[in-house]
T-cell receptor, first 112, second 114 residues
């Protein structure tokens, strides 16, 4: 158990819909990261927050957004969903940026 | 632009033998490197790391070697065990304060045959 909690574990939704994935980082970790893993793809970095502020952006679509709340938990919002958005979405956290990050179990999103 | 490359998608070794997983990087600013192990339907778990000030780091059966001039690192697992069968991701970061992030390779699937 890494200490990073993600909900929901599995989610099936229709195209065009909107979903929210939630993440609670390890106790004491200030940095939260979101990664996407599609079939046959590695871990694609989406976005990073540090103590509530956005710090780095990767290959995140404009239809996607995220935020980190004062209690340090984070949410990833995916809207106007397409079939290609079906993937495993991981949240990770670390004490400081650039250090070892610890991953949650992931949220399986299936868009039908 | 893939800054961290794991060119071999898979590797199969006999139990008890050595597994060598390779990783190349292109960004000369990277100064911290990690290996993660991932089982199906689970999140990646941290395995071992190395800072650019070192060329070797060992932890039990796992050793990571770093060749900065070649921009190459490798993970050695000795002896390999069937439970080591998983996907291994190489990752790198450039420590630049709060904006730093890890860049991952695409992973290599290791199969250890009994």
């Amino acid at each position: 158990d890494s200490g990073v909690t993600q909900t929901p574990k599995h989610l099936i939704t229709a195209t065009g819909q909107r979903v929210t994935l939630r993440c609670s980082p390890r106790s004491g970790d200030l940095s939260v990261y979101w990664y996407q893993q599609s079939l046959d793809q590695g871990l694609q970095f989406l976005i990073q927050y540090y103590n509530g502020e956005e710090r780095a952006k990767g290959n995140i679509l404009e239809r996607f957004s995220a935020q980190q709340f004062p209690d340090l938990h984070s949410e990833l919002n995916l809207s106007s969903l397409e079939l290609g958005d079906s993937a495993l979405y991981f949240c990770a956290s670390s004490v400081v940026a650039g250090n070892t990050i610890y991953f949650g179990e992931g949220s399986w999103l299936t868009v039908v | 632009d893939q800054q961290v490359k794991q060119n071999s998608p898979s590797l199969s070794v006999q139990e008890g033998r050595i597994s060598i997983l390779n990783c190349d990087y292109t960004n000369s600013m990277f100064d911290y490197f990690l290996w993660y192990k991932k089982y199906p339907a689970e999140g990646p778990t941290f395995l071992i790391s190395i800072s650019s000030i070192k060329d070797k780091n060992e932890d039990g059966r796992f050793t990571v070697f770093l060749n900065k001039s070649a921009k190459h690192l490798s993970l050695h697992i000795v002896p390999s065990q069937p439970g080591d069968s998983a996907v291994y991701f190489c990752a790198a970061s450039a420590k630049s304060g709060a904006n730093s992030k890890l860049t991952f390779g695409k992973g290599i699937t290791l199969s250890v045959r009994p």
